[in-house]
């Protein structure tokens, strides 16, 4: 029985006698926001009556809004410059994805974005083109990234920038592992006057996004894993164009299907294909759509 001594046969009782619930009370809420700015009017109107109906559909206890608080005070506390609990935790319940599908589906013939993620670590000094962005040697696989950077018109975008940043092969961020140099497989690049960009890295892993917080803990008792596909991360910028986030993941790996944040689209899946010198390579041209 629920801690506040109902069954949930007395909870369909109050239910279908009182439905909805306290109605005058979320009405009330609602209209003390009239001189509020109209779009957060708008925001916390919708926001407001669904929360509110949450609670009364799933009838919920004063224990366990108690523990929805201590959940997100934590999730708060986790957070610092080098890690963003509130993003993964957006990321892993299909948020992220939903604002990028609502914000980013009329971008007719653009390259197609996915999640920013939780650690973008801010633009790093420009890197000549064809450089590495490892800043030690690996024991993985390198690779080669090239391609070009257009509009949707197929026209080159010269100086570009292209932000890239990757796990190493121990599946960590820099900005989560002191052992890795500052900056290392985080880089910055600026296209040529063909629009190209090429540079060096290591093969991606797939990786576990950190489980070892709230966000964590609540993906275990949902039963969900916390893995990521292999892939390496794109942020594209250019004057007059909307700006492109998003990432080249490696096919043939095992989470592409089940990736803890819904992160994959079928058009960023790229093969590596090895060139006349053996190296991997993958080519992946990038369109950007105009502002406006």
């Not at 209209?31 to 919920?60: K, N, W």
């Not at 990757?166 to 629009?195: I, M």
């Not at 993941?249 to 006349?276: C, M, N, Q, R, W």
């Amino acid at each position: 029985m629920p801690a506040n001594g109902r069954s949930r046969g007395d909870v369909s009782e109050v239910k279908s006698a009182t439905t909805p619930l306290f109605e005058p009370l979320t009405d009330d809420a609602i209209a003390r926001m009239a001189t509020a700015e109209p779009r957060l009017r708008e925001v916390m109107t919708i926001l407001l009556r669904h929360i509110h109906d949450a609670v009364r559909e799933a009838y919920v206890t004063e224990q366990e809004w108690a523990l929805a608080i201590e959940f997100l005070t934590q999730t708060g506390k986790m957070c610092d410059g080098n890690r963003q609990e509130f993003i993964l935790l957006s990321d892993v319940l299909g948020i992220s994805m939903l604002i990028d599908a609502i914000n980013h589906g009329a971008d007719g013939g653009a390259s197609e974005s996915t999640v920013l993620g939780p650690f973008y670590a801010g633009l790093q000094p420009i890197s000549p083109i064809g450089s590495s962005i490892l800043k030690r040697r690996e024991p993985g696989e390198l690779m080669v990234m090239e391609g070009g950077i257009a509009d949707c018109d197929g026209s080159p975008l010269a100086g570009a920038l292209i932000e890239v940043w990757q796990t190493a092969p121990n599946g960590l961020y820099d900005v989560q592992d002191p052992a890795q140099p500052q900056g290392h497989l985080r880089a910055t690049f600026q296209t040529d006057e063909s629009g190209a960009y090429r540079f060096e890295t290591v093969t991606p892993v797939s990786y576990a996004i950190p489980d070892d917080g709230p966000v964590g803990r609540l993906l275990d008792q949902m039963g969900r894993h916390p893995n990521r596909p292999s892939h390496i991360h794109f942020m594209i910028t250019a004057p007059g164009y909307r700006r492109l986030v998003t990432h080249l993941f490696i096919a043939g790996d095992p989470y592409l299907h089940s990736d803890a944040v819904f992160g994959v689209k079928e058009s960023l899946i790229v093969t590596p294909v090895e060139d006349d010198e053996g190296r991997r390579v993958v080519r992946y041209d990038f369109k950007l759509a105009k502002d406006g």
